[in-house]
């Protein structure tokens, strides 16, 4: 339990087999949506209990969402092998679908919530343009590595936020993606790509563009 919200673990029908994930859901009267969460890139340890993701996932639940992390195939135990994001976005859809199922008597006034972080964050802006969220939150997304399409056009409410000290991703990369598109990022000093430190400001960046 986490306060009046019940948290469990479940499992997809993905393309490529199962999927683990772990779903806490709201409480009834307080829920604002369904928010699904996507972890860092499989080959280099990203797994669902990555502490940029848990972050994400508390915040969600704290506003109300039915929330949901999960592995992408090949990841903890859920099936099959990694599809260079590819297969990989087709996990996201799946699971998104599924839980739309489960809450199908309020699903068409649930509003969907997409955040990831860094792979993640690159594979939501893909899966965006088939599901068309409400809001997407992009955490240090991998825009060079995995040719993320302009998505302005994919989300109604849009965040990006990335660290001005990003080793992985760095600030100039995002710029130069966001520019284009008139998208603004909000960009926190001294910090680099896994936010060591600076998870209360990611955690407090998402509240004021949630509520404002």
């Known amino acids: 339990m986490l306060g009046s919200n019940i948290t469990q673990a479940f499992f997809v029908d993905g393309p490529a087999g ?38 994400l996932f508390k915040v969600a639940i704290e506003l109300g969402f039915i929330t ?36 199908d008597s309020e699903s068409n006034n649930l509003s969907l919530l997409l955040a990831g972080f860094s792979f993640g964050g690159a594979i939501q802006a893909h ?11 992009m955490i240090s997304p991998s825009v060079g590595h995995f040719k993320v399409p302009a998505i302005s ?13 990003d080793e992985v991703v760095p600030l ?18 001294g910090a680099e790509h896994f936010f060591h430190g600076k ?8 509240y004021d563009w949630y509520l404002s």
Not at 18 to 28: Q, R
């Open 18 to 55: 199962k999927l683990e994930g772990v779903l806490s859901e709201s409480n009834y009267k307080s829920r604002h949506g369904i928010a699904v969460i996507a972890h860092p890139h499989p080959l280099y340890g990203g797994t669902m209990d990555n502490k940029v993701v848990h972050t």
């Open 68 to 103: 949901v992390k999960f592995n992408y195939r090949g990841v903890g135990k859920s099936q099959g092998n990694y599809d260079d994001g590819l297969g990989e976005t087709e996990d996201i859809i799946a699971v998104v679908k599924a839980v739309q199922k489960k809450f």
């Open 153 to 165: 056009n994919y989300a109604k409410r849009i965040l990006i936020v990335q660290g001005d000290q």
């Open 127 to 137: 899966a965006a343009k088939t599901l068309n969220p409400h809001g997407l939150i």
């Open 199 to 206: 998870l209360h400001i990611i955690k407090r960046t998402i």
């Open 172 to 189: 100039k990369t995002i710029l130069h993606w966001a520019a284009p598109q008139d998208l603004p990022i909000v960009v926190i000093p």
